[in-house]
C-alpha cells in the first residue's frame, strides 16, 4: 500500500478519517493525498471571470488546507500531497484515485438520515457505490490505533472471491485478526448443511494462501442482514466491518441491493468496502 487518498472538507469527521489514514500511512509507508473539491458548475467555468475566481478559490483552499494539517502531531514525518478539484466529490474521488494510483480511499462522514437519505444519498455513499479501490469510511475519533478485530460479512457466493482474498491481505498488513460471518436471516433462511455446502466451492475456489476451515465461518442468524452484521460485532467487540460491493451494480445481492451504503450511514464502526 504506497497511496492514501484522504477528501477533506475540514469538518471533525474529515480529521478522524485523517488521523486513521496517518496511522495505516505510518505502518505502510504511504504517501498520503489530501483531496479538497470546490463543487464548481462546468457551466461557469468558460467564462473568463468565472476562471479567474476559480484560480482565487482554489488559492484559498490550498492555504485553509495547509492550515488544517497545521500542528497534526499525528502527520509528523508523514508525505502529504494537495489536490484541489473543481466538481463533485464522488466524481473527483474516482479522477484522484486514477491520478494518483491509489490503494486506498480513508474519508469521514456523518451519514445522513431521512430524505437526505432517500433523495441523495451521502457523498460517502456514492463513493462507495463507484470507487474501483476500497473505501473505509470513518464515523468517531478513535484514539489511539488499537484495532485488533475486523467481520468481513459475505455470502460467500463465488464472485466474491476476489473481495474476499483483498479483504484478507487487506486486515494482514494491518495486524488485525479477520472474524469471518454469513447472516442468516428469516427471508433468506439457509440450513447449515446447504451452507456448509457453499462454503465449501467457495473455499475451492481461493488460493491456497486463502483457504480456512468451514468451521471459521460464523453462521450468525437475525431478523436482517444490516442488524445482524452490527449484532455479531457487538458480540465479538469488533473494531471494523469489511464488505463485498458490487460498485455500480449494487451491492452483493444477498445484501439486498443496499445494505453496505446502510451500513456506511448507521454504523458507528468504522466500514471499508471490497470491489467484486
Avoid: W
Amino acid at each position: 500500500m504506497k497511496n492514501i487518498l484522504v477528501p477533506i472538507d475540514f469538518s471533525d469527521y474529515a480529521n478522524n478519517a485523517l488521523y486513521i489514514a496517518a496511522n495505516i500511512a505510518k505502518t505502510q509507508d504511504a504517501e498520503i493525498h489530501l483531496l479538497h473539491t470546490l463543487g464548481i458548475s462546468n457551466s461557469i467555468l468558460p467564462q473568463e471571470e468565472d476562471q479567474m475566481n476559480t484560480a482565487l478559490y482554489i488559492k484559498h483552499a490550498e492555504n485553509k488546507l495547509k492550515e488544517f494539517i497545521g500542528e497534526k502531531t499525528f502527520l509528523k514525518s508523514l508525505k502529504i500531497s494537495f489536490h484541489i478539484k473543481k466538481h463533485l466529490v464522488y466524481k473527483e474521488i474516482n479522477a484522484t484515485i486514477k491520478e494518483v494510483n491509489a490503494d486506498l480511499v480513508v474519508m469521514g462522514s456523518h451519514g445522513s438520515d431521512g430524505m437526505e437519505e432517500i433523495l441523495i444519498g451521502s457523498n460517502t455513499q456514492k463513493t462507495v457505490r463507484y470507487s474501483e479501490v476500497p473505501v473505509m469510511v470513518v464515523k468517531s475519533k478513535m484514539i489511539g490505533f488499537e484495532i485488533r478485530d475486523a467481520v468481513f460479512a459475505c455470502d460467500f457466493q463465488l464472485e466474491n472471491v476476489r473481495s474476499y482474498e483483498n479483504a484478507v491481505n487487506f486486515f494482514k498488513l494491518l495486524n488485525i485478526r479477520l472474524n469471518l460471518v454469513y447472516i442468516n436471516t428469516p427471508a433468506n433462511f439457509i440450513t447449515t448443511s446447504n451452507l456448509n455446502k457453499t462454503f465449501s466451492e467457495f473455499f475451492r475456489n481461493v488460493d491456497a494462501d486463502y483457504k480456512r476451515p468451514l468451521e471459521s465461518i460464523t453462521i450468525f442468524n437475525d431478523l436482517d442482514i444490516e442488524s445482524g452484521i452490527m449484532n455479531y460485532c457487538k458480540s465479538i467487540d469488533a473494531d471494523f466491518i469489511g464488505i463485498p460491493t458490487h460498485g455500480r451494480k449494487g451491492i452483493s445481492h444477498i445484501f439486498n441491493g443496499s445494505i453496505g451504503e446502510d451500513l456506511v450511514n448507521h454504523s458507528a464502526l468504522p466500514v471499508i468496502t471490497f470491489k467484486i
